[in-house]
């Protein structure tokens, strides 16, 4: 069974750089075929794709967000971990870590089928 | 980048009675890359429809995914009370991946 698992701190000052973990498990994300992409959603709004890593490290970031965004992972500790530069308030959201697979044909192809809970984060002084 | 437009914002639906969303993009889309999403209040995103059409495991015949090019439709069929819900669209191209602004379903 797949799960995922968002972490890191709630609360946050502007100018402040945001590290959240993705704990996964149930899969190995050296595995051909997978990544995991971050995503957040500001309160009360729309979903907003941040960025997207794959099993062989390649990563793909918004365009608009793409200076402010390091996404990385750790193989052996099923971690993915985001951080996110200049924090402002406008970045307050819940942030969600999911699960893309990769293999053509497969079920779910190219779409996020399994999603973490979300983290909440608020960027106040 | 490309921008999804959903439509309508709010749609109202009796119990029983079909319900037609519609996510209009502003370049065209391959239909292999265009997802729908199902959330409800609280909870995260739930993965309906992916490839346009094909849907997800676990999922409900009651829903299905149609359209080409820069327009598609999800399709709700007998609405029933479980199916209120903010639901989204999301496409994956060259330049990243974009979601709608979601239409919320109010069920009457």
């Known amino acids: 069974q797949i799960t995922l698992k968002e972490s890191g701190p709630t609360l946050v000052k502007p100018t402040q750089t945001l590290t959240l973990n993705c704990t996964v498990s149930?899969?190995?994300?050296?595995?051909?075929?997978?990544?995991v992409g971050w995503i957040r959603q500001p309160p009360g709004k729309a979903l907003e794709w941040l960025a997207l890593?794959?099993?062989?490290?390649?990563?793909r970031y918004s365009p608009s967000l793409r200076s402010r965004l390091t996404i990385a992972k750790d193989t052996s500790k099923n971690l993915v971990v985001l951080t996110m530069s200049n924090m402002d308030p406008g970045d307050t959201a819940t942030y969600y870590c999911?699960?893309?697979?990769?293999?053509?044909?497969?079920?779910?192809?190219?779409?996020?089928?399994?999603w973490g809970q979300g983290t909440m984060v608020t960027v106040s002084s | 980048e490309i921008v999804l437009t959903q439509s309508p914002d709010t749609l109202s639906v009796s119990l029983g009675e079909g319900a037609t969303l519609s996510c209009r993009a502003s370049?065209?889309?391959?239909?292999?890359?265009l997802a729908w999403y199902q959330q409800k209040v609280g909870q995260a995103p739930r993965l309906l429809i992916y490839?346009?059409?094909r849907r997800a495991p676990g999922i409900t015949d009651r829903f299905s995914g149609s359209g080409s090019g820069t327009d598609f439709t999800l399709t709700i069929a007998r609405v029933e009370p479980d199916d209120s819900a903010v639901y989204y669209c999301?496409?994956?191209?060259?330049?990243?991946?974009?979601f709608g602004q979601g239409t919320k379903v109010e069920i009457k």
């Open positions: 490839g346009g059409s």
């Open positions: 890593i794959y099993w062989d490290d390649d990563k």
């Open positions: 149930g899969f190995s994300l050296s595995t051909s075929g997978v990544a």
């Open positions: 999911a699960h893309l697979p990769l293999v053509p044909g497969a079920a779910s192809y190219d779409a996020f089928d399994i």
């Open positions: 370049q065209s889309v391959s239909i292999t890359y």
């Open positions: 999301q496409q994956y191209a060259h330049d990243g991946r974009t």
